[in-house]
Structure formats: C-alpha cells, structure tokens
C-alpha cells in the first residue's frame, strides 16, 4: 500500500497546508481519497468538490465525522482537521488521488482512446490482440463499469491494483466527460488515440467546439504519442493543432485491400497480408485500423497482428449477430444510440444483405435531444420498416421522446414496450429480412426513473427467434 504525507502531497498540489486553531500539526500519511462524504475510508483525505448541485465544503463536518483525516479544499472549513488548500479541488484532484496511489500510470503502459463512436469496440480490438500474443492486459471502459471513465480516486485506486497484479498494458476509454471533468488527470498515457467526432454529449457540452476541445485535452501533456484517425476532418484538424514536438502516428483505410463483407464478417488485406473476421460491417475496418497501429507501437509484427485479428471475436452489443439454428432471417444488436452510428449500422446491414431492414430503436431520456429528430430520419431513409420504441427514458416522458424522434419522417409505427417492439420486428419479417435493435447493445437493464429494470436485447431477440421458429402453439 502506498503513502504520502501530508506536506509532500500539499507541496505537489501547489497548495498550502493549513492547520485550523487546536489541530493536531502532525504530518499525517494519507493513503486514501475520496470526494464522497458517506465513503470516505478512515484516515483518507477527503476532497470538498464543487459541483453543480453540491458544494462539497458542505459535507467536510460529515467526513470528519465518518473518518477523514484531512481535507482538500478550496477555502478553509470550521473543522478541526488539515487542510490543503488549492485552487481547484476538482482539478487537484486527480493529482492528488495519483500520489496517494503511488502513481501507478507511471509503471503500466495505458492506452487512451477517445472519440464518439468506437471507443469500447477499440479498446476491446486491442486488449484481444494483446492477450492472443501473450501480453497481460486489462480494459477499462463502458463495458467494465457504469462510467465509461471513472470517477479520479476509483481509476486511480484501479491503476494501482493493476500494477500490483503484474497487468502489462491497460487499455481504456477516455471520454469528454473524464477529461472535461478531471477524471483522468494525474495519469499519464503511453499512447492517446483519436478516432473521430460527432454532435453527441451536446447537453453537457455548449457546442463541437467544446466537445472538440474536451477530446484535445487526452493529447495536451497527457500522452506521450498521438495515434489519429485522419479518416475524419476532426482527426486532420487535431493532428495540425497537436505540438510540433509531439510524436504522432495517423490511421487510415489504406492500410486494407481487396475487401469483402458478408455476415460471417470482413476479409481483406492488411500490408499485403490477407485477414479474414468474424467482424461485421465496413466501419468495422477504422475500428481494426485503429487497434492494429496501436498493437504495432506496443510491439506486435505484422503477422502477428493479422493472426490476431482473425482470433478477434465480437464485442457485446457491437453489430452483434443473434443466432438461432436455421433461422430465416438475420437479428443484429448493436449500441448505436447517436445518429451518426445508426446510419453505420443501417448502411454496413445494407451492404450484405438484399432483404429488408427493420429498424427497432428508439432515444435515451435526458440527453441530448437535437440528435432525436436526425436518427428518425436516418432510419426511415436507411431502413424498409422503423419501430420507434424507449431506449432508457430515464425521468423523460417515453411518448415525448418518440414524437421527437418521429418529427416529420415517413412511415413509421410507434411501440413503447421494447420487447413487443423486438417482438413484432421479428414476427413480422420476411425470410431473407434483417432486423436491427440499436441503442442498448450490451446493456441489460432498462432505466425508468430512478428504476433499473432487467432487459437485455439479444436475451429478448433469441426467445423471438425461438418464437418464430417454434410449432404453432408452443410456448416458452
């Protein structure tokens, strides 16, 4: 377990050690941090964040109470405990958790991915192709938590188990959240990669701009190489902003030849190596570029690569085939939840089947509501058939979310039930038909409210098949 003391962590932070009138002036050794009041561990530093709600000065008293040691804080509070006094605690704090952790970015090689869409699909590539070639790596990201990049004392508390359990490479997702919010400061990055941006997260963020400048922050004294994506006008303008002394590596598609996509996956060269996947969809190829360059700058060869790639199996919820034995149509179940991946998912389904498509999906409530109306209309113009269904409403009203996403598109029908929507897609298609449920993918829960109830969409799409497939009258 890692220490610090008090004044050499106060030293780090750029503060000042304050020591309220009848406070014991030891200096302590702090071997936790939390910004939670109710979770703070005995003898743990408790950082008073200010956020948008809470101002955490406010609950200082708690976590004395509760155990604290010390505070970080950006004024000083009437409690007899030292404090560390900083600017900002939610940029100090990420820092601060580091030291205590013993900065375990320091002894692991972590690979940063950002982007809006293919981030977890990434990640996943990555860790794969290291694992195969014998490398011990861990991911971290939406698939692994409930944040996509955990809160600075989690991650970092995280790191460190790592380093103790001997982990060669983490592989993780960095999201504009962690880096506008701090999560991740204090690590420092091997590789940071950039893969692409699109209107999403506009909610948070005040428009591309902010959000382009969030992602930037992965690769502003973060990451020691770049890896970008200059598929994308975002990846260009990034690679021409990013320092001069900055090494910097690009991907692209022409690193791939002679491909062919079908449902069983894609088949392609790779540097003149011919690779065949389990992978589904063309979009798949920037996601594969992206892995393949960064397993290259952590030591692959080539052909180890190429072998590895054919290993690679498919990512929960990431244009997820869902089988049934002698099934008449085909089911995908893919996260797409922006506009931007439902015209991928659309277009890639397009591309290797003649049937139909079906389009089930629908919107999250309390998020951005500008992409509703433009996944309505990628769907009706994509898509032979659009049910529009709930996504997660959260506190928003279901049918309020389905007007916005119909607007003023064509033909559509509206089934809020999420599992009678899969239900009638799969009933109602036609042998040779494709049916594609988006925007949950992995998930299996369904939010309404406060309430997460348990749904999982492949789970719901194999009864169905079962359904289809069964004799007349048979039930489950």
Known sequence: MSTIKLSALSRHLGGSLEFPMGCDESDLEISEVSHSSLKIPVGGLFAAVIGKVNDGHDFAAE??????????????????????VVEDVAS??????????????????????TGTSGKTTVVQYLKQMLDYVGFKSVALGTLEGKRTTPEAPDLQRWLSRQVEADADVVCMEVSSHGLELGRVNGITFSLGIFLNLSPEHLDFHSDMEAYFSAKKQLFDGRSTTALVNLENDWGKRLEAELSPSMPTMSFSLKDFSDVDCDFSGLKFRWRGLEVTTRMIGRFNLENLAAAAVAASHVGLSDAEIAE??????????????????????????????????????LRAISDITDGRIWAVFGAGGDR??????????????????????????????PDLIAEEIAGNIGEFVVELDREKAIGSAIRQAKPGDVVLIAGKGHEKVQIFGSSELPFDDVAIAQKNLYLRKAPKGKKL
């Open 308 to 345: 590895s790639m054919e290993a690679l199996v498919q990512v929960p919820g990431r244009m997820q085939p869902v089988n049934l034995d002698e099934s008449d149509i085909a089911v995908i179940v893919d996260y797409a939840h922006k506009p931007e991946a439902l015209e991928a998912a």
């Open 63 to 84: 976590a004395v109470k509760n155990g604290a040691a010390a505070l970080l804080v950006e004024r000083l509070v009437s409690v007899n405990v030292p404090q560390i």
């Open 92 to 113: 100090a704090l990420g820092a601060a958790a580091s030291k205590i952790f013993g900065d375990p970015s320091r002894k692991l090689k972590i690979i940063g991915v």
């Open 368 to 397: 951005d509501k500008g992409k509703r109306p433009l996944m309505g209309k990628i769907a009706c113009e994509l898509a032979d058939f659009v049910i529009i269904t709930s996504d997660n409403p959260r506190f928003e009203n």
